[in-house]
């Protein structure tokens, strides 16, 4: 494919099909083909939670790991207790060898989650 066929095609439709087209691909692993399709839709519905989350998804298992941790970021700013976002963006940095950063997001992730240390 071309480049705007291409575009046009991960383009293509309402938010709600670009939506159900992304969770396809990603749920067939195809983590490069479902950030193409939430990358646009992030642009067009900036606030929602799922489908920035759904890419922060998409480039972490596409190991996009700068990517994956700018919108993990930017989900954690607007929503500091969002715990799954905490948790990917510990284990993003995890994988970048960011032990250090990655610790305190994770264990903020495990308190939001219930998950407090037995003393």
Excluded: C
Excluded at 18 to 33: H, N, P, S, T
Excluded at 57 to 77: G, P
Excluded at 78 to 83: A, L
């Amino acid at each position: 494919m071309n480049t705007i066929q291409d575009t046009t095609y991960y383009a293509h439709g309402t938010p709600a099909e670009r939506w159900e087209r992304a969770r396809l691909f990603f749920d067939a692993k195809d983590y490069a083909a479902a950030a193409r399709v939430l990358a646009g839709l992030v642009e067009e519905v900036p606030e929602q939670t799922g489908p920035r989350l759904l890419l922060a998804r998409s480039y972490y298992h596409s190991a996009q790991l700068r990517r994956a941790e700018d919108e993990l970021r930017t989900i954690v700013e607007k929503d500091p207790v969002e715990h799954y976002a905490r948790l990917m963006l510990g284990r993003t940095l995890e994988r970048q060898n960011r032990h250090e950063e990655a610790e305190s997001h994770l264990r903020i992730a495990s308190a939001l989650a219930g998950d407090f240390e037995q003393g």
